[in-house]
């Protein structure tokens, strides 16, 4: 028989879900389904029988006494019951601990109960029924139609090695398990049922692939197609008079048709060249991504942050810039280098000591999750000529999304005392504008209130333990932080946010028992409850800037929410400097090659979306602050989250 604790201590990969083949019926299903060294009933009766066979021994000293004196009859017999009780206590321990460490499958086991019992009390309404898998089809016969404009299906694969770690997705969705820690640890009730019809799709196309000899099964999914780009820029249509009207031979502008194909419009080549990387670390060990600087000097090299074991971690970048990643031990030690370009521009670290055989079954299944999301990152690239940069299955944003279907399109947006329009100002990215958003004295009031707080170098999300950092090359202002019980103003501003956003108000709400104490690591985070960031008051001075960057996160194999920021709202507060304008250098627009430019006025407001409705999130929405030439350039930030803040 092999033990519990040499299942657990095996080098070998283990399959968190029993193979497919030999499963039946649904019975069986569940009864397999997860952590088949868990159910070692064996040890149990082991257990047992040793702990009667101890209050056996302990009864038949009590008989021997009855021929001892009195006194020591007393004495002994007080002393051997201290002795019983020290070593029932003992067993009690040791056989708890073994409990704890194997035998926490069941529900009603008082851990997983009480991590529930959190995940249902302090959940968001919006996340009920919330699946990671929620638009991905196994089942060719039940494809849902399309369910929004501008998504198209497509195909892609599972190789069968990785198919396990695809329905621990399905699993942690039954179980509402949000980071996968009682999934990974096998904590999985052994009568757990799966509803999804999905799940048992898979399965089934796991059985005929392994009837057929195929590698792989075969999901299908959407992803986003957006608008053409004559249907982006309308008024354009104009200026195609033959092929718009169908009458070839007659031409209302007189051009000849050599001269009209010149003139058909066409999106302007960008003059900029950056696009987002993505670095995977494929190892058990955290490791540190550097940008190697400018020449690779290592005085400007710069540290990215810190990736997880087999998490990722992405920045803004440009074709022919390298990175080295190293142990978090030794900074400089390069494990490996990389120049990126624009068509290679997902980079794989993997296992330098090759020790796999050290790796534990949470170890292998991490990586196979990132094996299932590299294989779907190149069917995706194929239908959508775009990288995948969030982790499969990434279900659809939870949240509503403005449509932008064309420039210029107009929006009528109710507010609590107003209605205003709002203007699509780019399609790709889906970027809108309001005036007038905040009134000259809600400006004045929060460049105070901020000034009061006290404004701190800018700092740059780094990932992992290196947190957040400063980069003064990268970006130079500084800011204060202005939650929303900060003041009636602001209270204000984000009911007037949830509004703009089509929101409801209570989603961009902290919680009043929000307690998270920084120093305790084991505290849950409350913060989940907002989706909302606090409000960031930024200050440029002259000179100062914020270089072409995204502002999602990278969405984590760790994470069923996959949270990341999904829409970015900015709220210009002066207009009495130059420069500083706001600028997405890579909006596809006719004539512009720099992107689309918005110069800072008082007041307005800009809504853009991180995210693709097709849950990736837009490497296009990469964005700048222009150096501020004169004066001082005031905006604020709010950041909301999809689907829950991190
Ligand atoms: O200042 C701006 O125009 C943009 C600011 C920004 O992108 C940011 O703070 O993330
Ligand atoms: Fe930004």
Known sequence: MTTTSAALNSNEPQRVVAPLEIMDSQE????????????????????????????????????????????????????????????????????????????????????????????????????????????????????????????????????????????????????EDDDYSTVLAK????????????????????????????????????????????????????????????????????????????????????????????????????????????????????????????????????????????????????????????????????????????????????????MANL??????????????????PRPFPVHPMIAATHVGQQHSVKLEDRTLPLEVVSVTPRVLAMDDFLTHDECQALMSLAAAQGLQGSTLYAGGMAQQQRDLSTRSSTNAWLSRETSQLTDRIYRRAAQLLQMKESLLQQPAFYHHDEDDEEAPDYTQHSIAESLQVVRYQPGEEYTAHHDFVYPSARHRYQPTRY???????????????????????????????ITPKAGKAVLFYNMLPDGNVDDLSQHQSLPVENGEKWLANLWVWDPVIN
């Open 567 to 597: 829409a970015t709202l900015l709220l210009y507060l002066n207009d009495d400097f130059t420069g500083g304008q706001t600028n997405f250098p890579r909006a596809v627009n006719p004539s512009k090659h720099d992107g689309i430019t």
């Open 375 to 392: 294989e779907f990152a190149q069917h995706y690239l194929i239908a959508s000529h775009r990288t995948w940069l969030a982790h499969f």
């Open 28 to 175: 069986e299903e569940e009864k397999e389904l997860l952590c088949k060294e868990t159910s070692d009933d064996d040890d149990d009766d082991e257990y047992d029988s040793d702990y009667d066979d101890d209050e056996d021994s302990s009864s038949g000293s009590w008989k021997d006494l009855i021929v001892w004196s009195e006194w020591r009859q007393h004495g002994v017999a007080i002393l051997v019951a201290i002795l019983a009780t020290i070593l029932a206590t003992v067993w009690q321990h040791y056989a708890q601990q073994q409990e704890h460490d194997y035998h926490l499958f069941e529900s009603s086991s008082s851990s997983s109960a009480s991590s529930n019992a959190y995940a249902s009390t302090f959940r968001h309404e919006h996340l009920d029924g919330y699946q990671r898998t929620a638009n991905i089809s196994f089942c060719p016969s039940t494809l849902k139609s399309k369910v929004e404009q501008h998504l198209e299906l497509f195909d892609f694969h599972v190789p069968l090695e990785s198919v396990d770690a695809v329905q621990l997705h399905y699993v942690a969705d039954a179980m």
């Open 187 to 370: 904590r999985v009730p052994s009568k757990l049922t799966i509803h999804d019809p999905e799940y048992h799709c898979l399965r089934q196309r796991v059985v005929q692939a392994n009837e057929n000899k195929k590698s792989y099964v075969t999901g299908t999914t959407y992803f986003y197609q957006p608008p053409s780009f004559l249907d982006m820029y309308p008024h354009l249509k104009d200026i195609l008079p033959e092929q718009q009207q169908q009458q070839p031979t007659k031409s209302i502008t007189g051009l000849t048709d050599k001269n009209k194909k010149k003139r058909q419009p066409k999106p302007a080549s960008l003059s900029f060249t950056g696009f987002a990387a993505k670095f995977i670390n494929l190892s058990p060990h955290p490791i540190l991504l550097h940008w190697d600087g400018k020449g690779g000097h290592a005085n400007s090299q710069r540290l990215v942050g810190e990736i997880a074991p087999f998490d990722s971690l992405g920045t803004a970048t440009t074709p022919g810039q390298s990175f080295f990643v190293s142990p978090v031990y030794d900074s400089s030690h390069a494990l490996d280098r990389w120049v990126v370009t624009a068509d290679d521009s997902v980079m794989v670290h993997e296992d330098s000591t090759k020790n796999h055989h050290k790796w534990t079954p949470a170890d292998w299944q991490l990586y196979h999750m990132q």
